[in-house]
């Protein structure tokens, strides 16, 4: 089966059981378990391959900090999505920044490609990045234009994209560190579940503690 056939059938699995635990608590629940669990093995993965065995107080700190981090990201959104509050919406929307984002930095980098963003990330571009800017401000403002004042709108999604394209770099400097492609083989045609949660899993509260605190 051809690559792109792969990340699209799993792309639509992971949305299925996306919207299955917006709408079933116990699913939700037992989702947010498994995605800190897989998450962190992820990160403690390429501490491993980085630190190995000779700096094992960086790699206990780093681990212990990124432990913290992820467990407050998950259940913070956990705690939105099993409440009824204004938050909500915001969380839906940054979300969907998060998926339009990265669908659209990987067509336009691939129909585009041209000067390269970062050398961290080979892959990244400058086509990719305004792919990802202009995906996601179409796509969201389509979905979301009743929801919220337009203004409001699209600074939330400039905000979110900007820190889901940066949670992207940041996993792959990692990566390279660790002298890794992926970060796990778990998701077929996308690696680990942090390939496609780098994204996401630093932009859903970094984007809200930053909207709600202007």
């Not at 660790?178 to 778990?186: L, R």
């Amino acid at each position: 089966m051809a690559e792109i056939n792969k990340r699209v059938l799993t792309s639509i699995v992971l949305l299925l059981i996306l919207g299955a635990s917006i709408f079933n608590k116990l699913i939700l629940s037992l989702v947010s378990v498994f995605v800190i669990y897989q998450i962190l093995f992820e990160f403690n993965y390429m501490l491993k391959k980085i630190f190995k065995i000779k700096k094992k107080n960086k790699h206990f700190l780093l681990f212990f900090i990124l432990t913290i981090y992820v467990t407050f990201s998950i259940v913070y959104v956990w705690l939105i999505l099993i409440g009824d509050n204004s938050n909500k919406i915001l969380l839906y929307i940054i979300i969907s920044t998060c998926i339009s984002t990265d669908i659209g930095g990987y067509i336009f980098g691939k129909l585009f490609k041209g000067k390269k963003l970062t050398k961290i990330s080979p892959n990244k571009t400058y086509s990719g990045m305004i792919g990802s800017y202009l995906s996601s401000i179409i796509i969201v403002i389509l979905f979301f234009k009743l929801h919220m004042d337009l203004d409001k709108l699209f600074y939330l999604i400039i905000i979110a994209s900007t820190i889901s394209q940066l949670g992207d770099l940041l996993i792959s400097y990692i990566k390279r560190k660790a002298k890794i492609k992926d970060t796990a083989s778990i998701l077929p045609g996308h690696g680990g579940l942090l390939d496609r949660m780098d994204g996401i899993i630093f932009s859903v509260p970094i984007s809200l503690i930053i909207y709600s605190s202007v």
